[in-house]
Structures are given as C-alpha cells and as structure tokens.
C-alpha cells in the first residue's frame, strides 16, 4: 500500500491555480487508484460518470453530482467505477473553511470535524454557480484582493448550505423551531420577508425571539436576514435580466437608495457594478 500525502495547492491535470490561499480547484479525468491523504479539507464533485470513494476504509459509489467533503489526514483512495468519468476537485485551506463556518453558525466547524459521513448532492442549478464561481476564479478574471475572497466565500457557502440542509448539520445545536424557522427564512418563496414576517412565524415575542436567534446563530436577526437577502440580490444581478429596483423590491426594500447602500456596504460596490464585474459575458442585464 502506497500513501501520498499531497500538500496545499498541488495542481495536476491541467488544473488552475487561484490568485489566493483560500481555495484551489482543478478539473480531472482519472482517478486515484493508491491510498493517500491531504493536508487540506477536499471537496470532490463528480461531473461525469462515476466514481468508487474508499474513505477511511468504507467504500461509496459516487455517481454524477455527488460531493463528499473530506478531512484533512483522511484516508482515501477514488476509483473510476463508469467512464468515461471527470470531477471537480476544490481544496480548501483549514483556517479559511474554520474562518467561513464560524461567520455561518458558531458550531458550524466543530460539527464538521466530528462527522464522518459528509457525503451530499449537488443539482444542476447549483452545480452551474459552482462552475461560474470558478471561473471567475481563473487569473486575470476575479481580479484581486477582496473581489477574489468574496467569490470564495459565495463558492464555499453554496456548498456548504447543501450539506448543512441534506445532512440536517444544525439540529444538534438548534431546537427544532428554529432550524425549521431558518429553513422558512432561506426559502427563496420567503426572500421579501421582514422581521415581523419572521416573528409571526416564531413561538416567541419579538424581544425573546431576538435574544435566542442570537444565542443559536451568532448573528442579529436583523443581520441574518440582510446577509440573505444580499446573497440573494447578486444571485438575481448575475443570473437573471431582472432591473436592480425589480430585485430590491422582490427582497422586500421598497426603498432603492436604502437596498443599494445595504449591497455597497456588504459587497464594496454597488449592484449595477457587481452585476457588470461578474455577469457572464454572453449575457445582458439591465441596471
């Protein structure tokens, strides 16, 4: 038995380097028939075909849009199972995913370390923004600095959202009531939701409900909510032809100035810039 143990940033089959030290992906199509382990948090997705996933020494066929988020020092071995067969590898840097999962939930991380079975699905819509993030991430598209990290940060919390949801992750640490109000808040038929729209649909007072939001997520409720929205704001500027007052008004802002100032701040610059900086380049938008 042969063990690799592959360092931060190993790029091989014609894969890209990324302008940071955050994340980096690569595209392959073939397997890794020897055991080896990492010193990073690996996340394959698999785009064609199929692969045999021996990790920690239980075997998983992985079939087309599978994921599997994997620890640093596990073991594992990946098989082709059905070819023609290619995946998309992401490796993440441990202090960055630590940094990420700590500003979505405060048990987020250690929930993640103690699990082994991280295995979930990506489908088709979300797969699209995964392959768009990458390649805003390929040099001298992303640009620098913060625009680099903010696409790291939307291409990880995608995946992470996924496998937070499938696995049912924050129960452990959040009543049922409110994972299944936090379900209800991230329910796209709910992005024009308020405060008062959250407290009707809470067994608590306003007061209580805001002192336990905080308690269970580490954020306002007033701030969860905006994050959302936001997150949801450059979805729409980037994917869809919706005019930015169009989409302010679908996130519940009857004021314009008040949303752009909310997606400046978040964001370092304004929706109508966003959505030129990082709209497909066959695609039209509106402003």
């Known amino acids: 038995m042969r063990t690799e143990t592959i360092p931060i940033g190993a ?28 010193t990073y948090w690996e996340i394959p997705i698999v785009i064609q075909g199929a692969y045999r996933n021996v990790l920690n020494g239980k075997s998983r066929v992985m079939q087309t849009h599978d994921a599997v ?35 979505m939930s405060p048990h987020l991380f250690e929930e993640l370390e103690k699990r082994q079975d991280l295995y979930f699905a990506v489908p088709d819509w979300e797969l699209s923004e995964v392959w768009r993030y990458c390649a805003l991430l390929r040099p001298g598209v992303a640009g620098k600095g913060d625009d680099v990290e903010l696409v790291d940060s ?59 939001f905080k308690e269970y ?41 008040h949303f752009n100032n909310l997606f400046k701040k978040r964001f370092s610059t304004s929706p109508s810039q966003y959505r030129k900086a990082h709209r497909a380049p066959h695609t039209g938008s509106q402003s």
């Not at 992470?160 to 038929?189: C, E, F, V, Y």
């Not at 701030?223 to 679908?250: C, F, G, P, Q, R």
Request: net charge negative.
């Open 154 to 212: 939307l291409l990880l919390t995608t995946l992470l959202r996924l496998l937070i949801t499938q696995k049912g992750m924050l129960q452990t640490s959040h009543p049922a009531w409110m994972t299944d109000l936090i379900t209800q808040i991230n329910d796209p038929k709910n992005a024009a939701w308020r405060v008062k729209d959250v407290v009707k649909n809470a067994p608590y007072s306003h007061t209580q409900l805001s002192r336990l």
């Open 11 to 38: 790029i091989e089959n014609g894969g890209d380097q990324l302008p940071d030290p955050h994340v980096t992906y690569h595209f392959i199509f073939r397997d890794y028939p020897y055991t080896h382990v990492h």
């Open 69 to 103: 988020l994997i620890h640093p020092n596990d073991v594992h071995e990946l098989y082709d199972e059905q070819k023609p067969a290619c995946h998309l590898n992401l490796m993440v840097n441990i202090d960055y995913l630590h940094h990420l999962c700590d500003a």
């Open 217 to 257: 997520t580490g954020k306002s409720l007033m701030d969860y909510l905006t994050e959302e929205k936001m997150l949801s704001a450059a979805n729409y500027l980037v994917h869809s032809d919706m005019a930015i007052v169009d989409i302010a008004t679908a996130l519940g802002y009857s004021s314009l100035p």
